[in-house]
């Protein structure tokens, strides 16, 4: 394609393509929602006691719905397409605690008889705090596909990173973000990528795009000592939001704040898991899981033990020597999966077959483990086999989020960075778990570890705990 079609190409493709009936949408739905936290906070209710509250009287709280929707405007929820997933449940719980106090207050103020209406909204808002961000994940992956979702986007690369971005982009579609058109800075020829136009860097080509009215271009840097041609300084004007993701993904510092030190630009980074009043915000919102679940959690980790023991031959629990906070060894507890021999007959494996060890030094983890009994198959694909370690966490040993405890051996592929991860407290899921699971090279688990610790937040811990759930709902990457 020649850039003087890409005009016509790009009003035939994209001409539907809006960010006002994206965030519309997102409105929509929001708002289902939250007259679906009006009906579960009065159903909790109704259920305890039907005396206490009539059920069908939430529907009588659909008055309030322009008011969340006028503060999830205000709160920047809208189109929702550039939102950080952490920032996204900051915003849904902090605007809900709001709106839903705000009513409880208005309605315990009007009259004296009322206080259990007042509680039923209150129980509302961990309600909104959980399911919104859910419901907009699968709005996300539910919209995606028509041709009106999202934002078109240019994508800036070089012939050592061509298509990265655009290949992450499509594989993850519930990003928002739809690639109109690769402008490759080292190319010489004009060529189509999954039916994406790819183009040398031009300034007809630059002048199309911005014919065009895109606002986002995403710009992947190129390697120290090769800057001829960059395009980033000439398109700094041409865009409104612009993305750089840098050539070197430096895993030290893979969360950077810009600082001034007397006219010296600067940038910082921090391990935000070595405050104390975060390292307390944490405790208790691992307790407060605990606590909350736990009616629910026990009776399946009862029928669990049952079925372990009454399917195979052994004990019910496993325990497992693993490197916890500070280098320290914890054992670390999953229902048996395995046959009671499970040592011998994996280094009988690996003595006699090449690729088994391969996948085992690569993973810790055998896709296709003979050593793993019927019913522990079913646990494993599910993760029902770590309930155990809800224990670790009870004991202040793991939490809900963090670094993966890992085995001695594991210990050298971390390298220099080992210390600094295992500072923190490891935990029963993690941004690397939701990331591909078992699926995820050693690599990019360290990068998203460090992520983790640099960007550490109480929204960041509820996000991958509701991203966990979708994992493990769907089974991916796991075995």
């Known amino acids: 394609m020649q850039p003087s079609e890409f005009t016509s190409w790009f009003k035939t493709h ?20 939250i007259m679906l936290c009006f009906g579960g906070s009065f159903f909790a209710i109704n259920a305890v006691d039907r005396s206490l509250i009539v059920f069908r009287d939430f529907i009588n709280y659909w008055i309030y719905l322009p008011a969340f929707a006028a503060a999830f405007f205000a709160a920047r929820l809208y189109p929702g397409i550039m939102l950080q997933p952490a920032d996204e449940v900051r915003k849904f719980s902090l605007t809900s605690f709001f709106c839903f106090t705000g009513i409880a207050l208005s309605i315990a103020v009007e009259t004296d008889d009322r206080e259990m209406l007042s509680v039923a909204l209150l129980l509302a808002i961990p309600f909104a705090t959980l399911f919104l961000p859910l419901l907009r994940e699968g709005i996300r992956t539910a919209f995606s596909s028509f041709s009106w ?6 994508i800036y690369v070089s012939n050592e990173n061509k298509y990265t971005i655009a290949d992450r982009i499509l594989n993850k579609p519930s990003l928002s973000y739809r690639p109109a058109a690769i402008i490759n800075i080292d190319a010489t020829d004009y060529e189509e990528y999954k039916g994406i136009p ?23 840097e190129l390697p120290e000592g090769n800057t001829a041609n960059t395009p980033l300084d000439s398109i700094l004007s041409d865009y409104r939001y612009i993305i750089a993701i840098p050539y070197y993904q430096n895993i030290k510092f893979v969360s950077l704040s810009v600082r001034n030190f007397g ?3 600067g940038f910082s980074a921090s391990n935000r898991l070595t405050r104390p009043i975060n390292l307390f915000i ?9 606590l909350l679940f736990s009616p629910l959690i026990l009776p399946i980790i009862v029928i669990i033990a049952i079925l372990v023991k009454c399917t195979s031959k052994g004990k019910i629990f496993y325990g497992h020597n693993r490197i916890g906070k500070n280098g320290k060894q914890i ?6 999966s395995m046959v009671t021999d499970a040592d011998k007959r994996l280094k009988e494996l690996l003595e006699n077959n090449p690729e088994m060890k391969r996948e085992w030094e690569e993973h810790q983890k055998l896709e296709h483990d003979p050593r793993i009994t019927s019913i522990g198959k079913f646990l494993r694909k599910t993760s029902l086999d770590e309930l155990p370690q809800l224990f670790n966490i009870l004991l202040g040993q793991m939490s809900f989020v963090g670094p993966r405890p890992v085995t001695e051996p594991e210990k050298e592929k971390y390298g220099d960075t080992f210390k600094y991860i295992f500072s923190v407290t490891p ?15 050693y690599d990019e688990r360290i990068f998203l570890d460090t992520f983790y610790i640099q960007n550490w937040s109480i929204w960041l811990d509820i996000w991958i705990i509701l991203q966990t759930f979708i994992v493990v709902v769907t089974r991916k990457g796991a075995y």
């Open 149 to 154: 979702w999202g934002v078109p986007v240019v």
């Open 331 to 336: 054992k670390v507890w999953k229902f048996r």
């Open 198 to 220: 790819v183009f040398p860097y031009s300034q007809e080509i630059e002048d199309c795009v911005h014919a065009c009215n895109i606002t986002t271009a995403i710009v992947m």
């Open 263 to 265: 006219d010296i630009l």
């Open 282 to 290: 944490k405790r208790c919102l691992d307790l407060g899981i605990l």
């Open 14 to 33: 994209f001409n539907h393509t809006s960010s006002f009936a994206t965030g519309l949408t997102f409105m929509i739905f929001d708002c289902i929602g």
């Open 427 to 441: 935990g029963l899921s993690g941004m690397w778990q939701i990331s591909g699971r078992s699926s995820t090279g």
